[in-house]
């Protein structure tokens, strides 16, 4: 069994995912974001979101914005520093459109008894 296991995850076939509720956490403030990068920068700016621990989600899309991103942040203050921090540095952002979740009604996530 651990053999099999060890090579379903090693090719792929099966990945082991964690949803976790930030607030317990510490982590009170989440927003979406939606990035205009530079054509020859679309891959290099999705390498780096994808390797921000502040980041929860990122994808290519298309449309006015060729990134989409969920950033967690433990308050105001620190989504504001990695907006004008980490994410405005990345060379090739030309645009970044910001929504905070105010309040999130529905979520992936398993809670037995509910």
């Not at 504001?80 to 970044?96: D, T």
């Not at 999130?104 to 509910?114: D, I, S, W």
């Amino acid at each position: 069994m651990k053999r099999r296991l060890g090579a379903l995850l090693e090719s792929r076939a099966v990945f082991v995912d964690v949803e976790y509720t930030p607030e317990l956490l510490g982590y009170h403030v989440a927003a979406a974001l939606w990035i205009t990068a530079a054509p020859a920068a679309l891959h290099s700016v999705g390498e780096a979101l994808a390797s921000h621990y502040e980041i929860a989600f990122a994808s290519a899309t298309a449309g006015p914005s060729n990134l989409v991103a969920t950033v967690v942040a433990r308050d105001t203050a620190g989504l504001y520093a990695y907006i004008s921090g980490k994410l405005g540095q990345l060379e090739g952002v030309q645009h970044v459109e910001t929504a905070p979740f105010l309040r999130r009604v529905k979520q992936l996530a398993y809670r037995p008894g509910r």
